[in-house]
Every structure is written in structure tokens, then in C-alpha cells.
């Protein structure tokens, strides 16, 4: 199996950043796109940022300017920087790679985090 894992998320006052971290382990071979989510308390679960396997990035008009996303394959690795962060940010925030081809079991779709809490004070 494979395993993601968040790491980064934390407390941060409204305008301050954080970067968050999620790396795949196991036999891994490439990973096809990588996502970030997130989820506020009573909320649907929100898509974040976007990143595909040749680099290019897709973000949602609340986040655009603000966050960056960004990988690294040769770590399997995703990473979300935030920056002028706001309290309508505060929520659960969750790394997704939609395909990713193994070294012994092929395909695995659908993987995802455990997520990491982000907490923006106004």
C-alpha cells in the first residue's frame, strides 16, 4: 500500500504563511496528479490546488494569488505554500494523488492524507 502524509499545518495570525508538506511512501513508480483539499467544520470538502505530473497548476479563485502549489517527484512529495493568510482559511486541509502506478501492485486511485489542521486568528 501506499501511505500520504500532511505535515506543516499549525496556528498563524490573519497576513502570516505556512507551507505545507505531503509525501507519499511505499514502492511508488510515478504519481499521475496531485491535490490539495480542505474541509471547514460543517462544510463540504473544498479542492485547493491542483498540480499534474508535468507541472502544470490549477487554483480556486479564493486561494488564487495567495497559495502555491508545487512538487517534487524525485521525493514523491507535494507542497502547498500559503501566504496572506486569512480566518476563512481555518479548516482541515487534505493531500489526494489521483493515480499512482506502483513497483508491485499497479494503479492505486484515489489516495489520501489524514489531513492537518490550519488555524488562522483573525
Known amino acids: 500500500q501506499v501511505h500520504l502524509v500532511e505535515s506543516g499545518g499549525g496556528l498563524v495570525q490573519a497576513g502570516g504563511s505556512l507551507r505545507l508538506s505531503c509525501a507519499a511512501s511505499?514502492?511508488?513508480?510515478?504519481?499521475?496528479?496531485m491535490r490539495w483539499y480542505r474541509q471547514a467544520p460543517g462544510k463540504q470538502r473544498e479542492l485547493v490546488a491542483a498540480?499534474?505530473?508535468?507541472?502544470?497548476?490549477n487554483y480556486a479563485d479564493s486561494v488564487k494569488g495567495r497559495f502555491t502549489i508545487s512538487r517534487d517527484n524525485a521525493k514523491n512529495t507535494v507542497y502547498l505554500q500559503m501566504n496572506s493568510l486569512k480566518p476563512e482559511d481555518t479548516a482541515v486541509y487534505y493531500c489526494?494523488?489521483?493515480?499512482?502506478?506502483?513497483?508491485?501492485?499497479?494503479?492505486?486511485?484515489?489516495?489520501w492524507g489524514q489531513g492537518t489542521q490550519v488555524t488562522v486568528s483573525s
Open positions: 489526494n494523488a489521483d493515480k499512482i502506478a506502483t513497483l508491485t501492485r499497479g494503479w492505486i486511485l484515489d489516495s
Open positions: 511505499g514502492s511508488i513508480y510515478s504519481i499521475n496528479a
Open positions: 498540480i499534474t505530473s508535468g507541472g502544470s497548476t
